[in-house]
């Protein structure tokens, strides 16, 4: 009888590795080798999983996308109130310091989205989720009557997707200019501003 092939589960290894790779050395300092140390394998081995280490850092990405986005989506369907929602997602949105590990991966391998169209795909996927996010809760107070939004849902969403980002890297720097709680707190004022509705406190 054959046995059961492996590959699931060795892939499965590899990006674990690879993800405990990029948060240790960074993805510009990366190599194939450190990736095949910390999964106990060759660099051979490596490559019969994945053809290219693109590859494989592709599936790190998708993965760590899915999880983030997957996290917050799941926290703001957990608050029926649209009020409360909406604090809980921008609270979801920002890293909670430079050792927030998920937040470093995603910025990590953000920034080859300059340079390969298959980084920037994964890199739209999770504006786009984030974007989306956001406007079925704006929409959803409107609707209600709970937000009496200053621009359409798409527009304010899109732009509290962008303030996240570029707040969330100045909390990953080695030197930050603010902690997470003003972060916060700058997100929530535009908040209330482009919805003209009073947030609770988190």
Same mark, same amino acid.
């Given at each position: 009888?054959?046995?059961?092939?492996?590959?699931r589960e060795?892939?499965?290894?590899?990006?674990?590795?690879?993800?405990?790779?990029?948060?240790?050395?960074?993805?510009?300092?990366?190599?194939?080798?450190?990736?095949?140390?910390?999964?106990?394998?060759?660099?051979?081995?490596?490559?019969?999983?994945?053809?290219?280490?693109?590859?494989?850092?592709?599936?790190?990405?998708r993965e760590?996308?899915?999880?983030?986005?997957?996290?917050?989506? @799941?926290? =703001? %369907?957990?608050?029926?109130? $649209?009020?409360? *929602?909406? !604090?809980?997602?921008?609270?979801?949105? &920002?890293? #909670? +310091?430079?050792?927030?590990?998920?937040?470093v991966l995603?910025?990590?391998?953000?920034?080859?989205?300059?340079?390969?169209? @298959?980084? =920037? %795909?994964?890199?739209?996927? $999770?504006?786009? *989720?984030? !974007?989306?996010?956001?406007?079925?809760? &704006?929409? #959803? +107070?409107?609707?209600?009557?709970?937000?009496?939004?200053?621009?359409?849902?798409?527009?304010?969403?899109?732009?509290?997707? @962008?303030?996240?980002?570029?707040?969330?890297?100045?909390?990953?720097?080695? !030197?930050?200019?603010?902690?997470?709680?003003?972060?916060?707190?700058?997100?929530?004022?535009?908040?209330?501003?482009?919805?003209?509705?009073?947030?609770?406190?988190?």
């Open positions: 009888m054959a046995r059961p092939s492996r590959a060795k892939r499965a290894e590899l990006v674990t590795a690879a993800r405990r790779a990029v948060l240790e050395r960074g993805i510009l300092d990366l190599r194939l080798r450190d990736v095949a140390e910390l999964a106990s394998m060759s660099a051979g081995s490596v490559l019969y999983y994945f053809p290219s280490m693109a590859d494989l850092l592709q599936e790190v990405q760590a996308v899915d999880r983030f986005c997957a996290a917050r989506e @799941a926290a =703001a %369907a957990r608050e029926p109130d $649209l009020r409360r *929602r909406l !604090v809980t997602t921008i609270g979801s949105g &920002l890293p #909670a +310091g430079p050792g927030d590990e998920l937040c995603l910025y990590e391998l953000g920034a080859h989205a300059r340079r390969d169209p @298959a980084y =920037a %795909a994964q890199h739209i996927r $999770l504006y786009e *989720r984030q !974007v989306a996010l956001y406007a079925a809760i &704006l929409e #959803a +107070g409107s609707a209600t009557g709970v937000f009496a939004l200053t621009r359409d849902a798409m527009t304010i969403a899109r732009n509290l997707v @962008a303030l996240e980002d570029g707040l969330g890297l100045h909390l990953l720097d080695a !030197v930050q200019p603010f902690d997470p709680g003003t972060a916060r707190d700058l997100l929530l004022s535009y908040a209330e501003d482009t919805t003209r509705c009073p947030l609770p406190p988190p």
